[in-house]
Nanobody, 124 residues
Framework: QVSLVESGGGLVQTGGSLRLTCSASGRLPGTRVMAWFRQAPGQEREFVAA????????NYADSVKGRFTISRDYLRDTVALQMDSLRPEDTAVYYCALREGTIPKSLANEYMSWGQGTQVTVSS
């Protein structure tokens, strides 16, 4: 059983920054990928970023490249998403996800474990 808990969401103005953190616990696979997805009201869940646990290979959605940075803390079993230059269109519930493997895939159905999400709101 894997548990993922997100924290760090909130309200920020356009151009501001937020840092999300996901804490993982339970029976974590040795080779795994951690990712962030987001879902705005009335829209499908979309990929944001992913990182492989051992090699730290990353993958980003085009919409966040150059603004968001994903990282992981090997000892604490956490993954962070540093979000800079935030825009109103970044407003969504952000979810942490985990899949077993070594490829930072972008499809939600490739991920087997999910957190409950944290709200990010960017005001204009």
């Amino acid at each position: 059983q894997v548990s993922l808990v997100e924290s760090g969401g909130g309200l920020v103005q356009t151009g501001g920054s937020l840092r999300l953190t996901c804490s993982a616990s339970g029976r974590l696979p040795g080779t795994r990928v951690m990712a962030w997805f987001r879902q705005a009201p009335g829209q499908e869940r979309e990929f944001v970023a992913a990182i492989t646990w051992r090699m730290r290979n990353t993958n980003y959605a085009d919409s966040v490249k150059g603004r968001f940075t994903i990282s992981r803390d090997y000892l604490r079993d956490t993954v962070a998403l540093q979000m800079d230059s935030l825009r109103p269109e970044d407003t969504a519930v952000y979810y942490c996800a985990l899949r077993e493997g070594t490829i930072p895939k972008s499809l939600a159905n490739e991920y087997m474990s999910w957190g409950q999400g944290t709200q990010v709101t960017v005001s204009s």
